[in-house]
């Protein structure tokens, strides 16, 4: 007959400790928010936005996009995903904030300045690759240089 396991308290806060020692290295490397265990009491760090232009969009992402961080939007060809970003971008260049735009296609210069970037803002950087590790690498180096 096979030995039976223990499921005991002391078992169960072994575990927990790991858990515990795990979510605070993370949480100390990768900043309070990047590790949520679900059924404990946390509250979220209160992160500035950007308004993406959008009355109904800022009130579904909690106020805009979050400053600082990257953000990406999905969905199908001709969904406005490079309009709404260009109206994003210019309401944030605007308002004397710094923008990057990555893109693995082409940028259309005169659609961005259509939809409101300034033609000769200094707070509009660009970054195009062809290929997707070279635009991540791109958006790294251009964010902490």
């Not at 005991?8 to 993370?26: F, M, N, P, W």
């Not at 805009?64 to 999905?74: A, E, V």
């Not at 409101?116 to 958006?139: C, K, R, W």
Request: charged letters at 25%.
């Amino acid at each position: 007959m096979p030995p039976k396991k223990k499921t005991g308290k002391a078992t169960l806060s072994k575990q927990k400790l790991g858990v515990e020692a795990i979510v605070k290295e993370l949480a100390d490397k990768y900043k309070k928010t990047a590790l949520i265990m679900l059924g404990r009491d946390f509250k979220f760090a209160e992160i500035e936005r950007i308004p993406t232009g959008s009355f109904g969009l800022d009130w579904a992402i909690s106020g805009g996009w979050p400053r600082g961080r990257i953000s990406q939007l999905k969905g199908p060809e001709s969904s406005s995903k490079t309009t709404l970003s260009l109206h994003s971008a210019a309401l944030a260049c605007k308002s004397d904030q710094r923008v990057l735009w990555a893109s693995a296609e082409e940028f259309d210069w005169t659609w961005a300045v259509q939809c409101g970037v300034p033609e000769n803002s200094s707070n509009f950087g660009l970054a195009i690759a062809e290929e997707g590790n070279h635009l991540l690498d791109l958006v790294i180096d251009a964010t902490f240089s």
